[in-house]
């Protein structure tokens, strides 16, 4: 299981709002190109969204569904990711003083991502899911000029 932690100068609400808006998926999470549709009741249990992952012509067609959901605390999902496979990712937001902890495990449960799953793409997943985080954070704090 991949684990990466970031802390974020917004408070948990603000946080979660960006991650309930399923539109800015494809925004922060690495290795998916844009979004295709959302579902109207997205981040409930049970929805999902729809986003592509490559470049065209070879854009896969995928969704993330949500498993569990606890507004501004928690987020589980589970993406899919051709030809990777699945994984189930689960956000846990967590006060840090006057902003956020945001904490992400990523688990790959099915298809090759799982079976080949081993300390060298843990250590890729691991440097994705940083970059997620540091595109996450600046959809949160939306700087006025970039970070360094």
Do not use: C
Request: glycine share 6%; hydrophobic share 40%.
């Amino acid at each position: 299981m991949a684990v990466n932690t970031t802390r974020i100068n917004a408070s948990r609400a603000r946080t979660f709002a960006v991650l309930s808006d399923g539109w800015l998926y494809s925004n922060w999470v690495v290795g998916t190109s844009h979004m295709r549709a959302v579902e109207a009741d997205w981040p409930a249990e049970g929805s999902r969204l729809f986003h592509a992952s490559g470049v065209w012509p070879i854009a896969m067609r995928d969704d993330t569904i949500v498993e569990e959901m606890e507004p501004d605390r928690r987020l589980v999902l589970l993406a899919r990711g051709r030809p990777f496979g699945e994984a189930r990712i689960v956000i846990e937001l967590e006060d840090d003083g006057d902003g956020t902890r945001v904490t992400m495990h990523e688990t790959p449960v099915k298809g090759p991502g799982q079976w080949l799953h081993n300390p060298l793409s843990e250590a890729l997943l691991v440097r994705r899911n940083t970059e997620t985080l540091d595109r996450l954070t600046a959809l949160v704090e939306r700087h006025t000029t970039p970070a360094e």
